[in-house]
């Protein structure tokens, strides 16, 4: 069974025998008696009058089903009082007068005393997909409603929203030739005979082969993943994400911090561990980068460390300089651990759209890329650049950020994902 049947389910076509079947049980051969037991069966009294047959409803039914309507007029009004209510209350709550700082403290002290809800993978994926898919849903809903037929410029319109949904222009201009194809084929002349269509072949072009390759190369002894991405995109907050949910699954974790030319990097970086309680590897202000990486690649050795993660400089302006230090940090990875790093991280942020994908291209030139981090996917409506990144370049996006809690950061899964992203659109 296909990604799209799994996650929406498949359309079963009728057998020709079953239609033929309901077609004949549809015909009307009735005769008078039948008609007769249909209105009695219907609560209805037939009569005998002068040799013509009067039919008389049953007054007592009648009664029932008039208190019934007034049973069910009394609930509406209740609703509506309630809902009446509702509202005053929230206006008296609302903030007209200034409240003060000691009510704020207050509430906030309520709110952290709260207990969180532990929330499913999928509820994640939910929540954070909200925004792309309310977006691309109501861009989609108001294209069928401007269009009542299948014509050229309804593929054109919809190749230009495509493209304003990020999902890229490769993916955009493949998906309208398809649909053209498709269209053709089943002698569509309603757009809405489409809708369904649609949704299918974008969940068609991310499944491909089949093949995602999302799942992370843990070893059995050290894992070594090293982190890329330019600054700002949420790399070393993903770090210190992982590092906590590395550590709470029972892992030995350490941290390296290669971004010696930011001190504010260091700095994040080593607040990460104090909290999560983890050991961060760091060096001069001004060090070599890569002989922090190789203090931190000895001592993971040395203290019997599952994970080690390192975090690297981002600046992609100038890309000679930054091949050149990631390709001698790799040497002196593999200098300790001939076969790591086990996994080169690229940190994209979802909310930059076709820039993050501009990005990918260019660090997949610099170093060799084996998986994606998404991060910032909840704030941004820009989650289908996961498709033009799978369309485009075949990198796998293996971790993904959720939020801003500190466990709101998972590896990815392409169901899950895209059952997020199209829910509710068919």
Known sequence: MGLFDRLFGKIEEPKIEDVVKEALENIDLSDDSQQTETLESENI???EQDGTVVAEENDEDLFEAEDDEETIVESVDEVEV???????????????????????????????ETPQVQETEQEKYDRSLKKTRTGFGARLNAFFANFR?????????????????????QVASNLTEELRYEAKL????????????????????????GIYNETINFQ????????????????????????????????KVMLVAADTFRAGAVAQLAEWG?????????????????????????????????????????????????????????????????????????????????????????FSKITPVTGIVLTKIDGTARGGVVLAIRE???IPVKLIGFGEKIDDIGEFNSENFMKGLLEGLI
């Open 45 to 47: 009294e037939v009569k």
């Open 82 to 112: 309630s809902r009446e209510e509702l509202n005053q209350v929230q206006e008296a709550d609302s903030p007209q007068e200034e409240a003060t700082h000691v009510e704020e403290e207050a509430v906030n002290q309520a709110i952290e």
């Open 149 to 169: 037929s299948v014509d050229e410029d309804f593929f054109e319109e919809l190749e230009e929203l495509l493209i304003m949904s990020d999902v890229g222009v």
């Open 186 to 209: 089943e002698n569509a002349k309603k757009p809405d005979a489409l809708r369904r269509v649609i949704i299918e072949k974008l969940v068609e072009l991310y499944e491909k082969d």
């Open 220 to 251: 059995d002894g050290l894992t070594v993943m090293l982190f890329v991405g330019v600054n700002g995109v949420g790399k070393t907050t993903s770090i210190g994400k992982l590092a906590n949910r590395y550590k709470q699954a029972g892992k």
């Open 274 to 362: 104090r909290r999560v309680d983890v050991p961060v590897v760091t060096g001069p202000e001004k060090a070599d980068p890569a002989s922090v990486v190789f203090d931190g690649m000895e001592r993971a050795v040395a203290e019997g460390i599952d994970i080690l993660m390192i975090d690297t400089a981002g600046r992609l302006q100038n890309k000679e300089n930054l091949m050149a230090e990631l390709e001698k940090i790799g040497r002196i990875i593999k200098r300790v651990v001939p076969e790591a790093p086990h996994e080169t991280f690229l940190a994209l942020d979802a909310s930059t759209g076709q820039n993050a994908l501009v990005q990918a291209k260019e």
């Open 392 to 394: 485009e370049l075949n």
